[in-house]
């Protein structure tokens, strides 16, 4: 059996499979969101392994003929040990805003076609290399004490085999990685004041980073050796979870996050809108337009305005909306990446009238939330790319509401897949690969992956949808500079 694990913002997911995709167990662990300033978000490191550890005693308790673990792990986070291995400070996640200025100066004084030069890709508020000038710029006395710099899951691996180990699909959204050559940049690091030393081993992600140790052995009170495998990136490991690995497949992940995912046999650059070009976890490729908040905002409209969590109802009033409403939702709650890359833009309602409801409201937030998955979309498609199916996962996708709504806007033909793991799955089949219990990553997915429903455009919608489209892209643009002045 194979034990998948999916380091989140929210918690940590681990699942326990068998070699044809059978899940057996699920074990869930959830943990704080730090948020010490407003934009800051933060998370403690040991948390995320006491949480593991604590998941791994409940999923091998019964089940100890474990032949491989591997990760799916939320990209961009910082994480800096000392040369004791004690973790200096808080991690600085993704969704962490407080970098605009190291992006203006990598962007603007390094330069954008540099940064594409070095690494295929432009500086954004949520990757690596800027936490990393922050810390140099605003807390110099803990960059000096740096030994090692890794990203989430990567401390999990350190911790759970004592290997320094991290693979390409990871550390592709670090901006110090060269991705198109697979290799650490030595301009950027030269930049950010760091040496290579400081900086885990690149495996890939199929690649056998080292065993369980005897004391995590004991732990857990298993005998034999326990592979760990690389795993990756969780968006890059969703997608395995989905089957995205054919050049030109595509996969929308409606979890906190929304991203856009598309599969590349090559290296792509996007010199345009800057979309994150990648390395896949199959040893390829994959173009990224990945917006902040497209579940979130609905967790965020409901939960914390109406404090309802019931969805259901939440859908189904809202399919008893007129589409043809012109009320709209921009749903840039903490700023957003894709492809406005704005720090400061914030969440608009625009067009409520007095013969407007909650369910209107509750409508327009889906939309928004779709038609800012479109804007990333519409970019990848016009790089010649011919996207004919999409896959959805993430919470959201649980929803068929949703899903006809994302085939009607899109116009593409739209899947959800039976087993609905996510990137534990995918950590899972990457565990598999990497042991030879598949020969493959095609091969796996293959075997294992099976489509559960299909959603075709409705025609009579797809033009309605098309003229809301044009006039939501109308907004950002005529209202953006008002935003620095708040």
Known sequence: MYIGIDLGTSGVKLILVTKDGTVINTVTRSYDLLIPKPSWTEQDPNEWYNKTLDG???LTKNNKEIKGISFSGQMHGLV??????KVLRNALLWNDQRTVEEVEYLNNEVGIESLLDYTGNIALTGLTAPKILWIKNNEPEIFEKISKIMLPKDYLIYKLTGEFKTDVSDTSGTLYFDVKNRCYSNEMLNILGITERQLP?????????GTLTEEVKTILNIKKNVNVIAGGGDQAIGAIGVGIINDGSCSISLGTSGVVFVASDKFKVDKQSYLQ???HANGKYHLM??????AGSLKWWSESIFESKNYDLFFNDLIKTPIEDSLYFLPYLTGERSPINDPDALGVFFGLALQHRKENMDRAVIEGVTFALKDSFELIKNLGVNIKTLRLTGGGAKS??????????MNVKTETIEIEEGPALGAAIIAMVGNKD????KEACETII????????????????????????????TIKNLYKEL
């Open 400 to 409: 068929p509401v949703w899903a006809q709504m994302i085939s009607d806007i």
């Open 450 to 477: 099976k489509t559960s429903h299909i959603y075709n455009p409705n025609k009579d919608v797809v033009s309605l949808y098309e003229h809301k489209y044009n006039e939501f892209k109308k907004i950002y643009p």
């Open 438 to 441: 598949y020969s493959s990553i």
């Open 56 to 58: 791994l005693k409940e």
């Open 289 to 294: 337009g990945v917006m902040l908040n497209a």
């Open 80 to 85: 800096v040990l000392d040369k004791n291995d």
């Open 201 to 209: 081993k690149v495996c890939e992600s199929t690649d056998i980073v």
């Open 277 to 279: 070009s990648y390395a």
